[in-house]
């Protein structure tokens, strides 16, 4: 069993920025492809970014695209999203997502099977 941990979410006003954080525990994530993804009050979770086993792929919903980073560390056995120029859209719970079966980026939540239990991200206009 993966366990994930998010943290780093907070309040920050448009405009600024914050780095989430996503560790894992009981297994290395070194081959699994690793998500972000976003759930605001009243809405369907939505897809943020993805990540491939290596790092060396990314993929990107249209509407952080050129504003977020994701990346992994497989040797802290970790995972970050850098989201800059926030906006009072992002405002959401972020949970990090993982899954040792799939063979690449993935956007679909159920495609995974670890999740962690969220973090807070509050974007005041």
């Known amino acids: 069993q993966v366990q994930l941990v998010e943290s780093g979410g907070g309040l920050v006003q448009a405009g600024g920025s914050l780095r989430l954080s996503c560790a894992a525990s009981g297994r290395t994530v070194s081959s699994y492809v690793m998500g972000w993804f976003r759930q605001a009050p009243g809405r369907e979770r939505e897809f943020v970014a993805a990540?491939?086993?290596?790092?060396?792929?990314?993929y990107y919903a249209d509407s952080v695209k050129g504003r977020f980073t994701i990346s992994k560390d497989n040797a802290r056995n970790t995972m970050d999203l850098q989201m800059n120029s926030l906006k009072p859209e992002d405002t959401a719970v972020y949970y990090c997502?993982?899954?040792?079966?799939?063979?690449?980026?993935?956007?679909?939540?159920?495609?995974?099977?670890?999740w962690g239990q969220g973090t807070q991200v509050t974007v005041s206009s």
């Open positions: 990540i491939n086993w290596s790092g060396s792929r990314t």
């Open positions: 997502a993982a899954d040792q079966r799939l063979l690449d980026i993935v956007v679909a939540s159920d495609q995974y099977d670890y």
